[in-house]
Each structure stands twice: as C-alpha cells, then as structure tokens.
C-alpha cells in the first residue's frame, strides 16, 4: 500500500479512467473503468479495458463468481471458500478494521460495449443509468480483502466514560459493518466489554425501523445504542423519535445530508475542518478542532456557568433591614450604597471563575424546566438571609446592652430623656453623631465580614469549604481581599489622617473589643453555610436513589 500511494500518479497515467461508477448506499460499492494500456510506446494496440470495484465485503462477494488465489491463478467462487471469507472479514472488523474487498472484471467479462469505450461519449447508453450498475458490477473476480485501520483519539474513550457518568447517552451512528461497529463502540467505552454481543443495543439496516414503534420507542429510553449501515434520512428520524420521548438530542454531523437531522436537533453540532458549509450553515455550533471530546468540555463548562450562576445569587444578599420593635436604624443609605457597590460587587464577580466542582461531571441532568431558582437554593437564600440580617442587628443591639440600654429602653429610644434616663450617657451620646456611629460600624463591618465569608463558602454550591478551599480560585481570594482592604481604609481613615473620608461614611475605628463582637457575629455564617450544603447533599442523594430505584423497577 506505501508502494501504491508513492507511485499513484503513475498508475493513474498508466491506466486512464474511462468512467466512474459513483457510489451508491444500496449496492455499497463503487468502481472505475480502466484502460489496460495504453501506453505512449505501445499506441497502436486497442483499448482494453478493466473494471477495477471496491466496496462493502458483504455485499461485494456475493457478487463476485470467482477469486484470484496468491499465485495468480482464478478458482470458482465456492460456498465453502464464501464461508471462509466471511469468518475472515469478521475477524477484520473485531480487531476493530474497517474492511474493503477489491474485485475486479476482466475484459472479456465486460458487455462489449464497454470492452473498448474510452469515455469519449458522454453518455453511455449503461453507464447514464445508476440503476445499470449492479449489474455491470456483477460477475466479478474477488482480488482481495483490506482492513484499514482507523483508530478513534486516545481522548475518546474517557470523554464518553465522562458523559456515561454524566448520565449523557451517547449513539453512535455508523456506515460501518455491525462487527467493526461494535468493535469501535467497546473500544470507546460505549458498550461495555463484558457485555454479551447479543445483548448489546447494536442494530444494523433497517433492523431497528423494522420493530413495532412502541419497541423502538422503549429501546430509545436507556442506555448507549450503535446503528450500522444507516442511512442519512435514519439520522433525523431517530431525533424526532429522541425528542417525542422529552429528550434533548446533540446531534453531530459533516455533510450535506446531515442537514436536516442537524435543524431538527436540539443541538446540531457541524465539524468545523471536515464539514460542509451547508452542515455549518444548518448547525448551532461548529467544532473547530471536529474533537468529540471537546464537545464534552463544552458540556462542563455549561454546567460549571450555571452552578457559578447559582453561587452568585447565593452569595448575594439583599440588604433590607427593617428596624424591628422600634430600634435605631443599624445602617444608614450611605453604608447601603456601600455594601452594594463596593463590598459585594468584585466577590460576586470573582465566583464567575470558579473551578468546575469535583462532582460536576457524575452528576445527572437537572430537568429542562427546572429553574435556576430552585426550591432548595431560594430556601438556603432566605435561611442565610435570615441569618445575615439577625446578626447585622444583633451585634448593634449588643453593643447598647452592653452599655446597660435594655432592650424596652431601645425599642423607644425616641422617647430618651423623656420617659426614661440611663447612666450610660445623654441621649444624644448614645443615638446621635458619633454615639450611633460605633454600633453603626460594627454593625456594617459584621455585615461585610459575612459577606466576604459567604463569597468564600461559594466558590462550591454543594461541596464543603474544606473540600474545595477559597484558594481553587484566586480570582475570588484577590474580589475579596480588595473590597475588604478598602473597608479597613474608610473605618480607620482618622488614623491615617484621613478623618473626612470616614466622617462621610458615618464610620470610626473599631478597638480589638469591637473586632471579638463583630467575629462572633459574623464567623457563624459559615457554620450556616456548611450545615445547609450538609443538608443539601443529603437531598441531592435521596433523590438520585428514588430515581436510581425508579428506573430499576422500569427494567
């Protein structure tokens, strides 16, 4: 074959084609018409022409009469040596070889108008026929068999082990013969290899179309399936039959007649080297590298987008404090404004960088109408919302009582110097200017502090924080770092001689006493944080062993 290919303009110089008989899906063969010579030297001897066929073994051999043995010699065709062959091209396609046979028909086997035709007509009266050419293409002398060896990227494999555990079903739809297709599909992991041959979803022609609808329908809810032999129109049939079961087909596709499958799809995915501009046109998307594992690297990072998604709204808190009982307001508009644009804004941002969690790739598709708002992610946002805003007010109604304010005198501090009087202070040392400031501050950094706590705990929406540390994405630890850098700036400007910058803000510095009430306040949000992961893991493998159980009852 190395021989052949180095010297195949030679051959083709040699030997001229006078007509090609273009492939066809129902013979499965192709085949040219050779001049054998002509040569420069040798112009006055007439044209003999060759009928050189390759094509499907299966198909081919049974039209072949005759066989060429090893030395040259022709012996008849028998049953015993068919049988033979057939054993042969089976061992072929289980290596896994994608198997041709080569036939040829001698002149003499020729009609005798194609013995000496040298393409000069246009049309031949046999050849402007496609339906003539099993006929022409019959009689023939077997030469051989070739197995080509076409080995999926070493990639493979593990991409579909990825999707299998992804609970993606992955068919495989293939021209090759049943064996070889088999063969391919175990090689990359689509069926497994201990599985018997004859329980394996593997259906050749017409086989599948041929079975009662509802039999298809059943056979199309589970598991990795191969199709052999299929036709181009098979494609789109099996994704309308995909979509009628409520499922979302990606179909994959590179030539012209893979364009309605492609538009009928969910998903059509064209090969951006080796495919037509009519299948890029009819794609949703185009691979750039035609590598099916990056398509599976697509699948990962959608769900690393959505679950970062996820993490951003739990990460968030609406700030909307209302001052319950009567209580002095914890945080004014400014310091609002503050934890809106400042403080919140670069850690939310950050979580966009997270690393895919390490679970993200066995977990099972969410339903397709399921929100990103789930149930369970709006219960965990009110709970640690909850929380949040009990602690932003209760470290500022900690800081009075323990002025010695009791909780009545605050819930009417309206009414201080008037219906009661406490040795703490004035009334206007303890609610107004620079009295209010401190709780003020302390309630504010609490709030900040929470914040950046909870911008930690998200960098995984199920996973612990000792799992998957803050430091998987440095994006996150630098969001959060910085706001809260800034945070310390505005609290301690007075002691950097900037006093009006924390005059605007309505903040003073915090002494370490301050510091021990705002941690124990705010460090138990991540105690939150963890118990409701806890709980939500628990659910997550409740609900994948009732439907784990669910499918088993069905099989």
């Not at 022409?49 to 073994?57: D, M, W």
């Not at 609808?213 to 494609?235: G, H, I, T, Y």
């Not at 319950?324 to 945080?331: A, R, T």
């Not at 612990?464 to 800034?486: E, T």
Request: aromatic share 6%; with cysteine; glycine share 6%.
């Amino acid at each position: 074959s190395v021989l052949a290919s180095a010297n195949v303009n030679q051959w083709r110089s040699l030997h001229p084609r006078s007509s090609t008989l273009e492939f066809n899906r129902d013979r499965k063969s192709m085949s040219v018409l050779c001049h054998f010579p002509p040569q420069p030297t040798h112009s006055e001897n007439p044209i003999r022409n060759r009928l050189l066929v390759k094509g499907a073994p299966n198909l081919l051999i049974s039209r072949c009469t005759h066989v060429k043995c090893r030395d040259g010699t022709v012996v008849r065709l028998s049953g015993e040596l068919r049988r033979v062959l057939e054993t042969k091209t089976s061992e072929l396609a289980t290596r896994p070889l994608r198997c041709l046979a080569l036939a040829v028909k001698e002149h003499e086997q020729l009609e005798p108008s194609l013995k000496t035709y040298d393409g000069s007509v246009n049309q031949h009266p046999l050849l402007s026929d496609s339906a003539n050419y099993i006929d022409i293409e019959s009689g023939l002398t077997l030469v051989g068999l070739v197995g080509i060896k076409d080995p999926a990227r070493p990639e493979v494999a593990d991409s579909i082990t990825k999707c299998t555990n992804a609970g993606v079903r992955v068919i495989m739809i293939t021209g090759d013969a049943r064996d070889t297709a088999i063969a391919i599909a175990q090689d990359v992991n689509i069926f497994d290899k201990e599985t018997p041959k004859n329980k394996l979803k593997a259906f050749e022609g017409r086989e599948f179309f041929e079975k009662k609808e509802s039999e298809q329908l059943e056979l199309l809810k589970k598991d990795n399936m191969v199709f052999c032999r299929a036709e181009p129109a098979d494609k789109q049939r099996l994704v309308k039959m995909l979509q009628s079961l409520d499922e979302i087909p990606a179909m994959t596709g590179d030539g012209v007649n893979d364009a309605p499958a492609l538009q009928q799809s969910a998903i059509g995915i064209a090969m951006g080297i080796a495919g037509t501009d009519v299948a890029k046109e009819a794609a949703d998307m185009v691979l750039a590298d035609d590598n099916f594992s990056t398509i599976v690297a697509a699948v990962e990072e959608g769900r690393c987008i959505y679950a970062n998604m996820q993490a951003f709204i739990a990460s968030s808190s609406v700030v909307t404090l209302v001052t319950l009982g009567g209580f002095p307001e914890p945080l004014t508009a400014m310091h609002l404004l503050w934890v809106n644009l400042v403080t919140d804004g670069p850690p939310a941002t950050a979580l966009g960088f997270n690393p895919a969690s390490p679970d993200l790739m066995i977990q099972k598709p969410r339903p397709k109408d399921e929100p990103i708002m789930t149930k369970w992610l709006l219960t965990r946002y009110c709970v640690t919302g909850l929380y949040v805003g009990l602690a932003t007010v209760g470290v500022f109604v900690g800081h009075y009582l323990a002025m010695g304010v009791t909780l009545d005198q605050l819930s009417s501090w309206s009414k201080c110097g008037v219906a009661w009087t406490t040795s703490a202070g004035t009334c206007d040392s303890l609610f107004h200017g620079s009295g209010s400031a401190l709780p003020q501050t302390m309630a504010l950094t609490t709030l900040v502090c929470m914040e950046m706590f909870k911008a930690l705990s998200a960098v995984s929406m199920d996973n612990s924080i000792i799992q998957v540390g803050p430091q998987k994405n440095p994006w996150l630890m630098a969001g959060v770092a910085l706001p809260f850098l800034l945070h310390l700036l505005v609290v301690y400007s007075s002691k950097l001689g900037l006093s009006a910058l924390g005059e605007s803000f309505g903040m003073v510095p915090l002494t370490w006493q301050n510091w021990e009430s705002v941690l124990q306040w705010s460090v138990p949000v991540i105690l939150v944080e963890e118990v409701l992961k806890l709980i939500g893991r628990q659910i997550k493998k409740q609900a994948e062993k009732e439907e784990k159980e669910k499918s088993d009852s069905v099989r």
